[in-house]
């Protein structure tokens, strides 16, 4: 699987989804709240777990993140990376489906922001949807 | 056969971690550039996407318009009446200004800026604007719109872009009244909830729909639109009341601000 990652196509799924996420959703819908970057990294974890170029392109990630949001330096890189420690830690004992934990991680979402923000929830929810098949029709590579 | 990724992790985690604590004792963001043309580019994209969606706004809202006809209506003449007012108080205050020596002006130089991104995620509201170190804008200027509604305060400054910290982050505090009365007290921002008004006794006036203005008893010049009471909770146990605030409605159109500089 580690072979057949497109790390190209990978960053421009990014850069689109960042451009959404900070300039046509808030400009346009009024969305303010910058999830969908946040969901593209745990979305990468779900979707091929914990592998080395999911952890160097996750880390590059969240350190321009850091750098664009002006975050203390290292502090989204340790939350990425010790999210990635987590699930491996749990998909070592347990077989976690994507979407099983996409689900999981947007009612987790629903329930900390109330359900008055029920639309972040839904977004989270349709980023992982959008960024799975993104992955499996742009970035992975094919056998046959 | 496929390496097992826990090595690589760990040492990733403990550069992470190292990274993190010295970027608690040294400036390493300030390192960090972007380049002026993407800046610009990405302030004229954001402001063009958002004058495309107060078009649409105002389409969704055609619905509306007799009943804001005859809200502006009554607006204006109120407005009219408070203006003839003003007037004779204008005369008043320059007569006593001019007795007094005291300065007409504050002083203080301002800075036009483009916003081209939000960050309004969980741990904390901000957006950033183009205009940086080279610009003269430094920590603690106040920005503001043009309708003079308080965006929030400039909280890290790079050389070509700041930060500024929204009035509804946690960390933003400012000291506000109601307009047109003596309730005063410390609005501080609350995330998805807006804003809260605390140290509001019970017997304080105020109801839902007062707007909140600044006293200048702080860092931030006086009068300058806060928000609008959402909803006031009395609790006959408590000393004070729960006033949630709605920051003014201006701001949902964010694109160009002003920069009020502390220096001049």
Known sequence: ?144 | MIKSPLKPLVVLLLAAFIIFILGNYMPLGKLWTIPGFAVDSLSYLFGRFNSFHKFADQIRQWRSLSIQNEQLLKENSDLLAGLSKLDILEKENDFLRKTLDIKQQTGKGIVYAQVFNFNFGPGGYNLLINKGAIDGVVKDDVVITEEKVLVGVIDEISENFSRVLFLSDPKFKITAKVMGGITAGIAKGALTEGMYFDLIAKEDEIKEGDILISTGNDMFPSALIVGTVAHVEINESQTFKKVRIDPAPAIKYLNGVIIIKRNP
């Open chain 1, 1 to 144: 699987m580690t072979n057949n990652i497109k790390i190209l196509n990978l960053a421009l799924i990014f850069i689109a989804i960042f451009l959404i996420d900070g300039l046509i959703l808030p400009s346009i819908f009024g969305f303010r709240e910058s999830i969908m970057v946040l969901v593209f990294l745990v979305a990468m974890i779900l979707n091929w777990g914990v592998i080395i170029p999911v952890l160097g392109v996750g880390s590059i990630i969240s350190l321009f993140l850091e750098f664009f949001w002006k975050m203390p330096p290292g502090s989204l890189v340790l939350m990425f990376l010790i999210a990635a420690l987590i699930f491996f830690f749990i998909s070592s004992f347990f077989s976690v489906k994507r979407i099983v934990g996409a689900s999981i991680l947007s009612l987790c979402l629903l329930s900390i922001l109330g359900y008055n923000n029920f639309i972040i929830a839904l977004e989270a929810f349709a980023t992982f949807g959008v960024c799975f098949t993104l992955f499996d029709r742009v970035v992975e590579v094919r056998n046959s």
